[in-house]
């Protein structure tokens, strides 16, 4: 709105639609005016809210009373006419997290004005998600603009009228949501030696081999190595190997590595090195723990080999070596590798293609890489993690940015490069800029719900079992991604489309949702009205959306559950924690699986049940290892499958996760960027900016 019309338009009450606010602020560059009295953002009639209700962010904002909005109850999220989930809980995390710059905190913070980020996080489980996010955006530089209205007036007294477009508009309200998270000016745009990342979340785990998170293990392929490495077509190829041997008997490997493998710190890599890179790895990871079991020794020394030596036959050593997605068995050095695979490496040396930058990194804020110099990449052209690494920037940074809006505007003018995981709701905006690609996961991710099998409800496997009888992949999947043909019904517990997925069983989750069925489950268990800690990554879409749909799924069945509300990096922190859920523990929380990593027993961390070892969540069950070694075990695919259909019908027995689904997955680069590697994980290298 032109000159003194700002303020009186900024005081009316309006609703956006989820279609409109980005093609108005961002996406418009016809430079059409803004006509006499009309809005930024269309409006239509607003709709009477209910007694109490609380009050619109942009209402709030501009009346400047932030302070009055209603908090959330202590047992639920609220969520006001907008479906804006309000919690203070939240907000308090969100907002140490989002404003490293202390000064700019502390402006932000005077008087009724209180920091906007507090107003809310998005429910994004809820239509309009992409209304509300800019709703908030807009609440979030409500102050610069009021400031920038009260100039224009001065302006338009002078007989200097100006007539704003939308694209003006959209570009001041971008630039100083930007601005916020330290985003320069688009002379960044023609720096083409440094390759700008929106990562999905904040790296609050460095070590690669202590959690599966996939921030962490993209950071881990940043810094570290791998002795092999998997192609497209899911063939293992020598990385840091040069060469290696298998004995007539196929119990002893020996490898040879690669001339020029340096650490970070300038120390050759070693036999030793890997060894005690693999025990660490085996320690935590599925695959890794079955190979453990037959391997007899190994040896390494302070040359360029090392040797495994088996008790029996594992014809899966070299895939395991080379498995791509978490967790892949990174080489590290001996003094690091040797630290307790259930405590964290801190220190990140590795031998890869980049340098984590220690000084440069702000937690909650920025990661900064560079090029490591001595890196000498395999002669072979990459595929997926195999071949060479070639890097062909000089510096990457990751730029940590929790709201949709301004990663939006943020790709939109340049001032990033790439954006991880733009959600299903801003694919329209993104497609519709000629200078932004988007290219799709060649495997469908997954979503699931995870259980707690340490401590009541859910030890006890009828309750398990009566949340799998009322669970729907469609209420997930619309939930998250909306258009159906975006996402399909996947009832196995393997991806979808893979070799191993088939029906054993599934008619629990493709049958009638069975309310009814599923309290008489829960009586038949004995449940005491035990708390239920669930577990919500409000900065994380999918699992935004999956815990909103749980939490409204267990209230149905009167359960009593506490929703928790932290960003990713504390959920990943907290779900390794074994202590009871009073005492900052858990019984649910959700996640989702890039396809890669669910494809079979081998890989599928979740259906391992080898108890204090097994993934987060601990489930024990006998019968589901003895059918995962006959598998690691069998001769051919097709006694695989058969097999595999028995693991799947006991995995819907005994329910140690709920798949909610198989969804459509998008990662938006600008078109100066060539050489993306389509993967299962994402890779700097090989990539160029124009």
């Given at each position: 709105m032109a000159g003194e019309r700002v303020a009186e338009c900024l005081r009316a009450k309006l609703e956006p639609q989820g279609h409109v606010p980005f093609g108005v602020l961002f996406g418009d560059d016809s430079g059409e005016p803004l006509g006499k009295g009309e809005t930024v953002v269309r409006?239509?009639?607003?709709?009477?809210?209910?007694?109490?209700?609380?009050?619109?962010?942009?209402?709030?904002?501009?009346?400047?009373?932030?302070?009055?909005?209603?908090?959330?109850?202590?047992?639920?999220?609220?969520?006001?006419?907008?479906?804006?989930?309000?919690?203070?809980?939240?907000?308090?995390?969100?907002?140490?997290?989002?404003?490293?710059d202390l000064p700019v905190f502390e402006l932000s913070r005077g008087g009724d004005d209180q920091q906007p980020r507090r107003v809310a996080r998005l429910a994004r489980v809820l239509r309009d998600p992409l209304a509300r996010q800019v709703e908030i955006e807009i609440v979030d530089v409500h102050a610069v603009l009021l400031e920038w209205a009260s100039q224009l007036r001065t302006v338009e007294k002078r007989g200097m009228a100006h007539r704003l477009t939308r694209r003006e508009f959209g570009i001041t309200a971008g630039a100083a949501t930007l601005a916020a998270y330290g985003f320069g000016g688009k002379a960044r745009a023609a720096d083409t030696k440094t390759l700008r990342f929106i990562p999905q979340t904040d790296v609050q785990v460095l070590d690669p081999i202590w959690t599966t998170a996939y921030v962490t293990r993209n950071h881990g392929y940043m810094v570290f190595d791998t002795l092999f490495a998997i192609d497209s077509k899911f063939k293992p190829h020598p990385q840091m190997v040069e060469g290696f041997e298998i004995s007539p008997d196929n119990l002893n490997y020996s490898f040879v590595l690669?001339?020029?493998?340096?650490?970070?710190d300038g120390q050759p890599v070693r036999g030793a090195d890997c060894t005690a890179s693999i025990k660490r790895w085996m320690a935590r990871d599925a695959l890794g723990q079955t190979l453990a079991a037959f391997i007899a020794d190994m040896k390494g020394g302070d040359d360029k080999n090392?040797?495994?030596?088996?008790?029996?036959?594992?014809?899966?050593?070299i895939d395991a070596l080379a498995k791509i997605s978490s967790l892949a068995p990174f080489i590290m050095p001996e003094r690091l590798a040797k630290t307790d695979p259930y405590q964290q490496v801190t220190e990140m040396v590795g031998s890869g293609p980049f340098k984590f930058v220690k000084e440069e990194h702000q937690p909650g804020n920025?990661?900064?890489?560079?090029?490591?110099?001595?890196?000498?990449?395999?002669?072979?052209?990459?595929?997926?993690?195999?071949?060479?690494?070639?890097?062909?920037?000089?510096?990457?940074?990751?730029?940590?940015?929790?709201?949709?809006?301004?990663?939006t505007a943020a790709l939109q003018n340049a001032e990033a490069d790439w954006w991880e995981n733009p959600p299903a709701d801003i694919w329209p905006v993104l497609d519709g800029n000629s200078d932004i690609?988007?290219?799709?996961?060649?495997?469908?991710?997954?979503?699931?719900?995870?259980?707690?099998?340490?401590?009541?409800?859910?030890?006890?496997v009828k309750m398990r079992q009566a949340v799998m009888m009322v669970a729907s992949q469609p209420d997930y999947m619309t939930a998250f991604v909306g258009d159906q043909k975006y996402w399909d019904v996947c009832a196995s517990f393997f991806t979808c489309g893979g070799p191993m997925a088939n029906?054993?069983?599934?008619?629990?989750?493709?049958?009638?949702?069975?309310?009814?069925?599923?309290?008489?489950?829960?009586?038949?268990?004995?449940?005491?009205?035990?708390?239920?800690?669930?577990?919500?990554a409000v900065d994380q879409p999918l699992i935004h959306a999956e815990a909103l749909v749980t939490v409204d799924m267990l209230k149905k069945l009167d359960l009593n559950v506490e929703y928790v509300a932290a960003d990713w990096g504390t959920v990943v922190t907290r779900r390794a924690s074994k202590k009871p859920p009073a005492e900052?523990?858990?019984?649910?929380?959700?996640?989702?699986?890039?396809?890669?990593?669910?494809?079979?027993?081998?890989?599928?961390?979740?259906?391992?049940?080898?108890?204090d070892q097994a993934w987060f969540g601990w489930p024990k069950d006998d019968g589901l290892e003895a059918l995962r070694s006959d598998w690691l075990k069998a001769k051919d695919l097709e006694e695989r499958q058969e097999i595999a259909a028995k693991i799947q019908q006991r995995a819907f027995e005994v329910v140690p996760y709920i798949p909610t689904g198989q969804y459509e997955f998008k990662t938006a680069l600008r078109k100066s960027l060539k050489g993306y590697i389509e993967a299962p994980a994402f890779f700097m290298w090989n990539i160029e900016k124009t």
């Open positions: 409006p239509q009639a607003t709709r009477a809210l209910g007694k109490g209700a609380p009050r619109a962010a942009p209402d709030i904002a501009v009346t400047r009373h932030l302070a009055r909005r209603l908090a959330a109850t202590p047992d639920q999220p609220r969520r006001d006419h907008l479906r804006i989930v309000e919690d203070e809980q939240i907000a308090r995390a969100q907002q140490r997290r989002q404003i490293p690669r001339d020029g493998l340096k650490f970070h090392f040797s495994i030596h088996l008790k029996e036959q594992f014809p899966l050593l920025k990661v900064v890489y560079v090029k490591n110099t001595d890196y000498v990449p395999r002669s072979e052209p990459p595929d997926w993690a195999s071949g060479g690494k070639v890097v062909k920037v000089d510096r990457v940074e990751w730029i940590v940015v929790p709201d949709v809006a301004t990663k690609y988007m290219v799709p996961a060649s495997i469908r991710p997954l979503g699931c719900v995870r259980f707690n099998w340490l401590y009541p409800p859910f030890d006890n029906n054993a069983g599934s008619q629990i989750m493709t049958g009638k949702r069975d309310y009814e069925a599923a309290k008489q489950l829960i009586k038949e268990a004995g449940y005491k009205g035990e708390k239920i800690i669930l577990l919500d900052g523990g858990w019984n649910i929380f959700e996640t989702g699986w890039t396809g890669a990593d669910l494809f079979d027993p081998a890989t599928n961390v979740m259906l391992r049940a080898n108890g």
